[in-house]
């Protein structure tokens, strides 16, 4: 019984120190550019989204898809924070639907990326997981750019 | 309101069309039992066995089940055991400056089968996502077993074990690690289920090896299980040509009178990046108050360090979720999430509401 005891209150103790580790809030944000990212260490353009590489890695990929698309685990193999996103999306087959192109270049309908944040793939769940899905002035953004060539 | 009774309406209609079996580990904590006692699969989660059939009946629901639903058991015949699961939800969200959005419609329409190819011994296992979308194959594996169970294989594709399984893929500690269940591996693992212990070791491709992407990965975890509740430990390495990953979890579960309680705290170190490797730390801390049957509040606290190189980039979670389980084929789930993280990032300073049909069987 006095086993059980202390097996308990150790155990909440460890607990405890989580929620400590946790805190209460978010960080200040201090000397950080708007992805969290120390200021001067990447491109962060700021402002509305535009149809460029740049601007769609900054408002989209980085904040919102490399939350789960980046490193050694990134579904389907897609990483998609700023050093990977390029080269693993733009004339890259599917992991899911290999007969598509990640990015096709110049034709987003047949984008499967474009397909997956619109809700219209015909495999697995609507992107970003679990929501919110991106606004539609986000999705033009990205449709023009692969529309224009899908340029660096 | 209207719509929220059109939502209700069309959720039941669906579910009674499409009929849930799921896993939550808090259930498993609060009952000091394991994953296996109550899955077919013995990392836990998906297709029931019997004795979860009698349990979601009888210890979580408020009431019992109308006949002839009360003598369902998931047995179809002797050699096959079926069910399904539905999630069908409506959800909004409000990030400052945006417009409010709401998103509704099926989250996933799952069926299970477990085949016993030979009793006790050797089975296939199918969990198939039949919705949204053209069907997708989640886990498809043969499993080798002893005749008590105290050893087993299982070859195919399966959910790689790694801290606690749970039903919120969106946690930190699900995202952080890249092991939930929403992204299964193909590879062999061999586990081992004895009265004070779990483990289970695998080897994979690697959910993040795909396409050009190249290497291997391997998972293991092993769980303690006293009394006064379990500690378990996970670790995963991955080998891979686009960078190798670390991963290392310690998780936790105990009971205070009615309240089931869960923590995990996950260390993850990636290459790959510009700078080289890239560390990241997440921890959860969840409890469940079982206010009566049928009835359970659940409160999570959740922290995630996206760089642990990088000062005052801290992002938190908070939520507040209440399950009712009328019967044992159906609940009702309605929470609110609070966000927080840096204040230039709107987005990550979001809330979110949301009321959620589960049906299963």
Sequence with gaps: ?152 | MKALLRFLAGTTVGALISLAAHAEPYLAVRTGLKCVACHVNPDGGGLRNAVGQSFVQNVIAANPAPAPLNAWNGSVASWLRIGGDLRTDSTETKVDGQATTRVSGNQQTRLYADLQLLENHLGAYIDEQVAPGKSLRQEAYARLQTSDGGWYAKAGQFYLPFGWRLQDNTAFVRQLSGISMTVPDKGLLVGMEKPEWSAQLAYSDGPGNKGAVRGHQLTGQLIWLQPWGRLGAAMAHVQSTAGNRQSWGAFAGTTTGPVAWLAELDLVADDGYPEGQRRQMASLLEANWLVVKGHNVKLTSEWLNPDTRVSNDDKVRYSLLYEYTPIGFLQLRAGYRWFKGIPQNAFDNRRLGFVELHAFF
């Design chain 1, 1 to 152: 019984m006095r086993v059980v005891g202390l097996g308990r209150i150790a155990l909440c103790l460890w607990i405890g120190s989580i929620s400590l580790i946790g805190g209460c809030g978010g960080g200040s944000g201090e000397g950080l550019d708007s992805n969290g990212r120390p200021i001067g260490e990447g491109a962060d353009p700021g402002g509305p989204i535009l149809p460029n590489f740049t601007s769609i890695q900054s408002h989209v990929f980085t904040p919102i898809c490399s939350v789960c698309h980046a490193g050694g685990s990134a579904p389907q193999g897609l990483r998609l924070d700023a050093s990977n996103a390029y080269a693993m999306t733009v004339g890259v087959s599917s992991a899911e639907v290999p007969s598509l192109k990640r990015i096709a270049a110049g034709d987003p309908d047949n984008s499967y990326l474009i397909q997956k944040i619109e809700g219209h793939a015909s495999v697995g769940a609507r992107m970003p997981y679990g929501g919110p899905y991106l606004d539609a002035a986000t999705i033009a953004a990205m449709r023009q750019w692969i529309a224009n060539g899908a340029q660096p």
